[in-house]
């Protein structure tokens, strides 16, 4: 196999089954789809392998030095030697996995822990812990919300948030991509009696926009909804304890769930949902994404607990992240690439690009020349759009970020993205 790429073709070989009774027959059209983009000459953007990860902004990918810039390791966690140490003590003491679910054996101290640590951090008095982010949304929107209740969702919510739906009972309702008017004209339409759950995010991950969350939340209450914010692309970095949107727009006390990962500030792998809601813990007896599923191993945990606590005080890395995030967006803007916000609002720098074709060959030209970012494209992305998706680390210095706009001046010139 090529270093670098996962190389597995995908078959189109007739299988023995009849095709219309072939349950693998319903994806032909996307394994043609790939095959075509492959027969073109260019690399699959979703088929990449780091052979060696030397640190938060640097890889070797197919043999060659790489400057990440696309992964959600914003606040360049995953190589602290406090965090790494502590996944190594619990490896030992504790073993490499938990073997069950958190309702029978599989809650250890560390998992105690890290809920101690989520706690602290949020200033709140409920933390529960899931395997991931995806299924803190899975579990928290599914259980909350029953038959004859209301979800009402952002339309560009993130898929767990979509799955949780599915997932639930509920009556489903979106409204307009932050419109704060469309949130509460699709309340005021809704019968006054059932509860109700406003499901919103602090920064949207394809184009890095934040949600007027005040003005939001003014409007849940009103209507009188609770509501849940999912703070996944914020934690770490905004408000004066870093705890997200809801914080830095002054919502403390205001939002009834806040959902986040340890998969990206954090630089790990999990999920958690924190609340002040007196009744909170009774999730743990009700969630089935908490219940079927087993717990995760002790090293994550504690790898999380220890970053979780670093990150209460990491007031430098936070100024330099956003630091990082200006120079950036301000470079690209110069060059005239168009972005996906005016501002640098959030650590998640969009590269529009006119489509497919053009995203690919600018996505490939990047990587060729030493640079990773995530290309993104539909259903992921919002209205039809190819997306070259730059996500920014605190550990990236001012040289690397210029090296990066170097990068980008020229494949966007070498594709046409930019005159
Ligand atoms: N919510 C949002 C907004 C996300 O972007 C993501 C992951 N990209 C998740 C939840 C899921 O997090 P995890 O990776 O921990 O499953």
Known sequence: TDAGFQSE?????????APERDLMSKFDGLIAERQALIDTGVIDPFAIVMDQ??????????????????????????????????GHAALDQFGSGTNGSRMLNGTFRDHMDAEAALRDFYGMTGAIVFSTGYMANLGMISTLAAKGEYVIL?????????????????????????????????????????????????????????????????????????????EAHSMGFYGPNGRGVYED??????????????????????????????????????????????????????????????????????????ANARQLHGGLTAMGFRLGTKLP?????????????????????LLEDGLYVNMARPPATPAGTYLLRCSLCAEHTTAQ???????????????GAIG
Request: proline share 5%.
């Open 345 to 365: 609002d959030s650590a998640i720098v969009a590269v529009i690009l006119d489509d497919q074709e053009q995203a690919v060959a600018m996505w490939q030209t």
């Open 249 to 322: 727009q002054g919502l403390e006390g205001d939002v009834d769930f806040v959902v986040g990962t340890f998969s990206k500030s954090v630089g790990t792998v999990g999920g958690f949902c924190v609340s002040n809601h007196p009744k909170f813990e009774a999730i743990r007896l009700a969630c089935r994404p908490y219940i079927f599923t087993a717990s995760l191993p002790p090293s994550v945990v504690a790898t999380a607990a220890a970053s979780i606590r670093k990150l209460m005080t990491a007031h430098d890395k936070r100024a330099q992240l956003w």
């Open 53 to 86: 990860v030397k640190s938060p902004t640097e890889a070797v990918i197919a043999g060659r030095d790489t400057i990440l810039l696309g992964t959600y390791n914003y606040m360049g966690m995953t190589f602290d030697p406090d965090v790494i140490a502590a």
């Open 154 to 230: 952002d339309a560009d919510s993130h898929a767990s948030i979509y799955d949780g739906c599915a997932q639930g009972n509920a009556e489903i309702v979106r409204f307009r991509h932050n419109s704060v008017e469309d949130l509460d004209k699709r309340l005021g339409r809704l019968p006054k009696e059932p509860a109700k759950l406003v499901v919103l995010e602090g920064v949207y991950s394809m184009l890095g926009d934040v949600a007027p969350l005040k003005e939001m939340v003014a409007v849940a209450k009103k209507h009188g909804a609770m509501v849940l914010s999912d």
């Open 9 to 17: 073709t995908l078959s189109m070989d007739p299988p023995a089954i």
């Open 401 to 415: 970020i210029d090296a990066v706009l170097a990068k980008f001046a020229a494949a966007g010139r070498a594709v």
